[in-house]
């Protein structure tokens, strides 16, 4: 008869082969394999330091170099080793970070030239800019500015994605990721600026491998990996300012640190492992949602424990990591009341649904935890561990079949008619010739965009991957299985079910890259490990061939676009109004695109916009309220010119962008020319030509 010890020793006998614990070995080789996680921690120590500098407004390389470092040395000893010998777990560590540098080489010549406010990655990269060069992210805004676009119906000092603060105009969403392509804009300029999101990416793989390693040892990490870096979403998502690869970074960084802490007896282990799950709410207002899920990993795995030692360990491991998750939430949220109270209270409701949210996932499993009257219930589980672990890998097979059927039995309807949203949506169905119904979301094609970017069977094998992960959890009572599969699902459920972003290709990916897909990778990959070590030739053929299928799949998607730069030429035209500028004032009359905070950000002029084609009484007006000046225009007869006749213009650029659709991937691109004059108002409003 088995003692209650021995059964749990045979509950805990792992499905997959297990990784194995840090073993002893030469310092070098150790420190070596340390990297993938040690990066993701200086990550998290700049990340703190600017956001400090930018909340203080001191974002200068004196302030938060320095305190980057400080938190570095602080944190040094604090990252977990690696997994497995140092050896293999070295040698693994150099092949990805390889991986990663290269693909960060090879996509820095196509980062793309978002410096036009249409969309996120307009005003994120601006605001990079801007920091790069400025100790805050808030723009100035002089009384005689606010005045004149206050007085003037037609004339507007507060470009789209900006809110107005008596002297300063805030830039919409929080100021990590513009704080942080700005630190590498200290180093590389604008270009930096552009390109500094794929170093964040590459920093994203690499925190990918730290977890994937952990569970499927040095060399089957490297999958998810290459899956990851050749498709589609993950590469478009960090050429342009997107926050998820940032916010990715995070969470699979505190994913790799709390799968070691449950396994030690550090405590702090769990203060960083918090603090790095948390930090991706430093990057988004939605970032609450991964601690929601590393509250209930370790929650459930806590309530699932049978002695009151174990319980009082594992509560004890959720405090730790639920404190230094809620100081990075709470710094996250500061940030955004300093920085964009605006946009805060746009989203409140959001915010407090997912605040909400977390407090009622801590009440309950600290509810569970308790000895009465659940102790009966956890020795059922015990004796019933196996069929029990066989029913939670079965829901979860249920789950991702109900998920992928939706499109059979489903439409997905929730946008507002009169909104914006609904909008975007009735233009794209009728120039795609589907019935116009601005209404819909598409949320029922969730997981079928999965497929479209990583082909079914790395939808299937990454369903089988998480009920692994369900049937470990359950059956060995692990709570590192807890963590990593109820952190994976919790954000995927929710924006798997309810997307909650306009769903044009591949702009509605971004709600599934910081968790989905690279939990999907990482366990897709759990799946194939278990299935090579069913040690039959068919097994590992098998394995062998899906993995070929994870990798080529991405590869066959991306229809030609892959050189192609979305917004190429903007850097040039935006630098070439810079250098024709004589004022610090800018007048943009609107005659384009929306053009007024490029000029204030990129230039670091006073600035506003006309929505009105204005004669030369009107602009020997404004001359006197606002003082000399400088207009710009994308129409030669937007302005009267001195002489009558209108000038070559300044710049002629080319512009590409990626098309969008509803029911495909990106398949082409379109090519847009713009011609743009510069000139100075002279005192009797006419204009002269900058000198081109």
């Avoid at 080793?81 to 777990?89: N, R, V």
């Avoid at 059922?380 to 029913?391: G, M, Y």
């Avoid at 730069?565 to 109004?577: F, I, W």
């Avoid at 937007?638 to 990626?658: C, D, K, N, Y």
């Amino acid at each position: 008869m088995l003692t209650r010890e021995a059964a749990g020793a045979r509950a805990r006998a792992p499905l997959t082969p297990d990784p194995g614990a840090s073993a002893a070995g030469p310092w070098p080789l150790r420190l070596l394999a340390s990297v993938p996680d040690r990066v993701v921690v200086l990550l998290l120590c700049l990340a703190i330091a600017s956001t400090a500098g930018t909340l203080t407004g001191q974002f200068r390389p004196v302030v938060v170099l320095p305190l980057t470092v400080v938190l570095g040395a602080a944190t040094w000893r604090m990252v977990p080793q690696a997994p497995g010998s140092p050896g293999p777990a070295a040698a693994g560590t150099v092949a990805a970070a390889a991986l990663a540098l290269t693909w960060v080489l090879v996509n820095a010549p196509y980062a793309s030239q978002h410096l036009l406010v249409l969309r996120d990655p307009g005003f994120l990269t601006l605001s990079g800019v801007w920091l790069s060069e400025h100790p805050t992210p808030d723009l100035p805004l002089s009384e005689t500015t606010r005045y004149i676009g206050a007085l003037n119906p037609d004339i507007s000092a507060v470009p789209a994605a900006y809110f107005w603060a008596g002297d300063v105009l805030h830039v919409q969403g929080s100021p990590l990721l513009p704080s942080l392509l700005g630190s590498i804009g200290w180093v590389a300029g604008a270009q930096g600026v552009l390109a500094g999101n794929l170093l964040l990416g590459g920093v994203a793989l690499l925190a990918v491998y730290a977890l994937a390693r952990r569970l499927v040892g040095p060399w089957w990490a490297l999958l998810p990996v290459v899956a990851l870096g050749v498709s589609v979403p993950m590469t478009v998502f960090s050429r342009g300012a997107y926050t998820e690869p940032v916010a990715m970074a995070f969470v699979f960084g505190g994913l790799s640190v709390a799968w070691a802490a449950l396994g030690d007896r550090r405590p702090t282990l769990h203060v960083l492992a918090g603090g790095l799950a948390g930090a991706a709410a430093l990057a988004r207002i939605d970032g609450s949602a991964v601690v929601i899920g590393l509250v209930l990993g370790v929650g459930l795995a806590a309530a699932a424990a049978l002695t009151p030692r174990r319980r009082s360990q594992l509560r004890g491991a959720l405090g730790l990591q639920a404190a230094g998750s809620l100081a990075m939430t709470l710094l996250g949220w500061l940030a955004l009341r300093v920085s964009s109270p605006d946009y805060l209270e746009d989203l409140r409701g959001q915010f407090i649904l997912l605040s909400g949210a977390l407090a009622a996932a801590l009440l309950v499993v600290l509810v569970l935890t308790l000895r009465a009257p659940w102790q009966r219930w956890r020795n059922d589980l015990l004796r019933h561990r196996r069929p029990a672990a066989w029913v939670a890998a079965g829901l979860v097979v249920l789950a991702g079949v109900a998920l992928a059927s939706r499109p059979w039995w489903y439409q997905g309807h929730g946008f507002s008619a009169d909104s914006p949203y609904a909008d975007a949506v009735a233009h794209l169905q009728e120039r795609e010739g589907q019935p116009v119904d601005g209404t819909r979301t598409y949320d029922e094609l969730s997981l079928t965009w999965v497929s479209w970017y990583h082909g079914w069977p790395f939808v299937v094998l990454a369903v089988l991957g998480l009920a692994v992960a369900a049937h470990q959890a359950v059956r060995r009572r692990d709570p590192r299985w807890w963590t990593v599969l109820a952190a994976v699902a919790a954000p995927s459920v929710l924006y798997l079910w309810q997307v909650s972003i306009t769903p044009d290709q591949v702009w509605a990916m971004r709600r599934l890259l910081p968790v989905t897909l690279p939990g999907f990778a990482v366990l897709a990959t759990v799946t194939l490990v278990a299935l090579w070590s069913v040690h039959r030739w068919w097994a590992r053929a098998l394995a062998v061939l899906a993995a070929a299928a994870v990798i080529a799949a991405p590869l066959t998607t991306w229809n030609g676009l892959f050189r192609v730069v979305e917004q190429d030429g903007r850097l040039g035209e935006a630098q070439a109004v810079c250098d024709a500028l004589r004022t610090d004032r800018v007048l943009y009359v609107r005659t384009g695109p929306p053009y007024l905070a490029t000029v204030r950000s990129v230039c670091g002029v006073d600035g506003l916009e006309m929505t009105s084609v204005p004669d030369a009484d009107r602009l020997a007006d404004l001359r006197r309220d606002w003082g000399a000046f400088d207009v710009v225009a994308f129409a030669d007869g937007a302005v009267p010119w001195e002489g009558g006749s209108a000038p070559p213009p300044l710049r002629v650029t080319s512009t590409t962008s990626w098309e969008r659709g509803l029911l495909h991937i990106p398949e082409g691109y379109t090519e847009a020319e713009s011609e743009l004059w510069v000139g100075t108002v002279r005192p009797d409003g006419t204009v002269r030509p900058a000198a081109g």
